[in-house]
């Protein structure tokens, strides 16, 4: 996700979503023609259609402007930064979820590579053996019971649904430059921040621009398969038969995933 500057715009993009969510759901039924789990398909396509175009016309000539004149040894370190960065947020979904063992050791993951690390710049921990994990709020929601809700697609920051949503929140709040007064330091990095990650899904983003009939309908699935593949630390439970949802689009596609989101940067 973007840092700091565009935590503004994103908690209003999760508020506007979050009213929505509540308008609809006093929907018994799912409009005629559209999946159940993406209601809202229609928007979802046009603000996908803007992403594309933003991303296209902006983000890619500076993402492979930023590749050219970075060297890949600063491009890694520049990852690790934003990844510890971001990181207190895996640390509190761990306690949430009751992962105690993990929680702590992703604690002092986090210390480590804040202080021998130089800010996350270098993994020492990684090298100790504490290697790092992908816990967030949505997961955490999930763990205690709560429903999926509504596929989603947000400006600018992509696939959501409105489970994920509130971790825009606690992601934000567990931020350190969230809590950084001086704009001359917070605008930079947040860039730097937004451009980083444009990098990182790079490989990903041509995958899908090249080989997907329907990049919209491949990115939803896949999506939605890596974050049941996250909620279940990589072994949700078998099903016992397939269980098909046909949007009226795709002739239906499978529910359960099988393997990591080959989005994933």
Known sequence: MPHDTLNTGLRGLALVALLASALLGGCATAPAGVSEKDPLQPLNRKIYAFNGSFDRHIMTPVANAY??????????????????????????????????????????????????????????????????HLEDTGQTLAVWGVPQGAYLVLPFAGPDTVRDLPDLATITFTNALFYVANPFVTIPLSLLGFIDYRVQASASINFVNEAALDPYLFVREAYLQHREFLIYDGHPPPRLAPDIEDDGEDGGTPNQEKAPNPLSP
């Open 67 to 132: 590749t050219r004149v970075t060297p890949r040894p600063v491009r890694n370190s520049v990852s690790r930064f934003y990844n510890n960065l971001t990181y207190p947020n895996v640390v509190l979904n761990d306690f949430l979820q009751g992962k105690f063992a993990e929680g702590f050791g992703d604690a002092g993951r986090f210390l480590i590579n804040s202080t021998v690390g130089l800010l996350g710049l270098f993994d020492p921990a990684g090298h100790l053996g504490l290697k790092p």
